[in-house]
């Protein structure tokens, strides 16, 4: 390369903003009923407190408008029969269902333009790996992402398509690792299915587990298979963990983990219905969960794609998503709500000031139950898996069994 080209090169990716926010105002322009938990204009309302507290638009930062993903990228994962499916019950807004396809129930509803949607929440995801691993971006966060219970050909847990499975395949077949951490309160089943026999992606799900809570898998016994053995890593909690609980876990499982696999991304799924105020779940996280969570990403040094996920009460999604994206970018934000930003909480209803929760401790036996439960799932996945990740100084393979 001649010496003025390296120089131009160098200075573009110098002035390049460092940071990509993946949006479009048609993330909020489907509905999937009423009654359903999920309701689409999270995202409008994420995006609108994002721009009243002054993160959007700012020096090294990019705001990209999210592109819909081509139907081939789809089909690198997904089914052709599912997908012509999904599109031909999506067309006219007429009542249709097939079961083995889990659609049309009361989960996963069926309405008009879904196809259109949910291609546009794989694009959003698509361009956020685009903007980390071609256009020079330190990290990109697509809160439209995180569709987590996606299967190759069912609709599973309000999630139709899989868009960090479909986003990852370009990268899988250059030969690239990835780390996938997945702290939303649901176990992240589809992509941890997707990659289940594979040492190419680590998957790591931290999430409330129990008989009774869906989807009901994410044991900490399930850990990968074939090649994949040892690169699939749940961490389940019991009702009212809490942010110490969290942390604990970064500290000692999580981030030695990334630290010894060395991906070449990192993609994290930032679900926000880990709070206590969330209606679908019994965890007792604050915001400051998922600044602590926003911070060790960062801190990794990685490329690193964070995409949103699950949170089922609207203004807790947008705080903590704006919280997020303020952590990613470095910028300051004051703990209460903008002034500017009064009208909308008016419209919800909502008696909340604060852009930061409160500090929030579970009570003394839960903690208790919270903590005993973690200390036995860490010792197990430490003796499990740390030799095989040659970390604490443990032989590579002795005590690594299937
Ligand atoms: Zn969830």
């Not at 009064?342 to 208790?368: I, K, V």
Request: proline share 5%; with cysteine; aromatic share 12%.
């Amino acid at each position: 390369m001649n010496r003025c080209l390296f120089f131009a090169l160098f200075r573009l990716v110098m002035m390049s903003p460092d940071f990509a926010l993946i949006y479009s105002h048609a993330f909020s322009h489907y509905s999937y009923g009423d009654a359903h938990p999920f309701k689409v204009d999270r995202y409008r309302l994420t995006f609108e407190l994002m721009e009243h507290c002054g993160l959007v638009g700012r020096e090294g930062t990019r705001l990209v408008e999210a592109p819909p993903a081509a139907r081939e990228a789809l089909e690198r994962f997904h089914r052709s029969d599912y997908l012509a499916t999904l599109e031909r019950f999506s067309r006219d807004g007429g009542t249709y269902a097939d079961f083995r396809y889990g659609l049309g129930d009361v989960e996963n509803p069926v309405f008009k333009g879904l196809y259109d949607w949910v291609c546009l929440m794989c694009g959003s995801t698509i361009e956020a790996v685009r903007q980390v691993m071609e256009e020079g971006c330190r990290a990109a966060f697509s809160m439209a992402g995180g569709l987590h219970h996606g299967f190759a050909a069912r609709a599973s847990g309000f999630c139709y398509l899989n868009d960090v499975v479909v986003a990852l395949q370009p990268l899988l077949a250059q030969g690239k690792r990835i780390v996938y951490v997945d702290i939303d309160a649901h176990h992240g089943d589809g992509v941890q299915q997707a990659f289940y026999a594979t040492d190419q992606v680590l998957t790591i799900s931290i999430h409330e587990y129990g008989k009774d809570f869906y989807p009901y898998s994410g044991s900490v016994q399930e850990v990968g298979v074939d090649a994949g053995y040892g690169y699939a890593v749940n961490v389940p909690l019991v009702a009212h963990s809490d942010d110490l609980i969290y942390q604990q876990a970064f500290k000692r499982l999580i981030l030695p983990l990334i630290e010894a696999y060395q991906p070449d991304l990192l993609i994290t799924q930032m679900g926000a219905d880990a709070m206590r105020t969330d209606p679908l779940t019994r965890l007792e996280c604050t915001t400051a969960m998922m600044e602590y969570a926003g911070r060790c990403f960062l801190e990794t040094g990685l490329p690193w794609v964070a995409v949103g996920g699950g949170g089922y009460e609207r203004l807790n999604v947008a705080r903590a998503w704006t919280l997020l994206w303020a952590t990613m970018i470095g910028a300051e934000v004051p703990d209460a709500l903008p002034a500017t930003f009064t009208p909308t909480l008016r419209e919800l209803g909502s008696q909340t000031r604060w852009l930061r929760d409160p500090p929030h401790l579970a009570l003394p036996d839960d903690f208790a139950r919270a903590q005993q439960s973690l200390d036995k799932t860490l010792s197990f996945l430490e003796r499990r898996l740390f030799p095989l990740y040659r970390i604490g100084g443990a032989a590579s393979s002795h005590g690594v069994t299937a």
